[in-house]
């Protein structure tokens, strides 16, 4: 299950998504927001996707994760639009016959997802709002 | 030939649009197109980065030819997570 | 949190007993009971613990996971008596500021109470019971 | 000296029993303990291992004398997760 979404992400329809009685783990990672980022007090965040791209890239990372991990099934939901301090931005859970490897395919998972899926959150704090952006590539060409 | 152009965070801002019509070349490629918009948008020409590009909705180069593609996107560098 | 329960796990009840507003992550590992153990079909399995111990031996791994990594709250629930398969035998949630240790808290804590909190599982199969006992120590003396 | 004795998990198996006392001389140790518990259960006898021991809930060793200790537990490898 891949799914971008505006509600709040319900972790039982995560691990639902994954169980097997085959399988001897399930892992699980959220990703909340939290009401500080680099000492600034933070209000919410708004998630912006590019549609169609973010679920085919995130079907590319599970598909990659399959093949690497020995994993049974990966779920991952993604907000977009605004979410509250406290509440998941993202879910992703993984089943497996042993729990290593759910554990490693959870956090490659994550950690592919904030390198290639095109998704953006802006931060909104008290007195204005800016784009959160990750390190920057090489400059323009001609630039 | 038509192309359509995204925009997402930040270059929504710059270029003050997350969508937009161009025409360009025959065999023009990603890196042609960019020095269009940037004509178009003085937001583009300050720019201390280049961009990712989709082409189609899958990641292509800044060489990558135009040619059968019909929406490409600019990416700044994501923040999902 | 930790405690030892003959009630099913509620994963939510989980993470909800260390989800912050200053966290950014949550890692939640469910062991879950598999029809299949070394080619035999399981029917459940019962676990048995060493009460009070198992709980003290468990706030002391959450103690040394609190000193290792960099993370907030642990919550550890582990079944007693009889586990159906598919259900969760023990649950386990971190949260943290950042992702990667409470990815990594989780899977020290597993890994630790694996080896060291006196329970043990009984495996029930069609015409018996076994006990499932880790990997043994040396001979008694003047054995 | 009096003190109470538990076994776990195969243990009880091979005693017949989950918890009993015994009288033990003042100044034995957890190995002159086990003796004495062998020599009641031939199941122990035949054990191929030796088995982690606690003295009132926590770890201890066969050499912990159990001057002091009310409750000496037997615990078979663990597999609890």
Redesign the interface.
Known sequence: MIRLQTAPIETAELIAAVRGDGDGAVALFLGTVRNLNRERRVLYLEYQSYEGMAESELERIVHEATGKFTISRVAVIHRTGRVEIGEASVGIAVSAPHRAPALEACRFVIDTLKCTVPIWKREHFEGGAVWIEGPEGPPPPGS | MKLRV?F???LT?LTGTVSEEIEIAEGADV?QL??AL?ERHAG??G??????V?CD???AS?STPLAGVAEV?F???????
């Open positions: 995204r997402f965070a930040s801002d890196a960019w020095t940037a583009l020409r720019m201390d980065y280049r961009p990712m989709a909705r899958v990641y800044w996107a990416l700044p560098p994501v923040s999902g997570g």
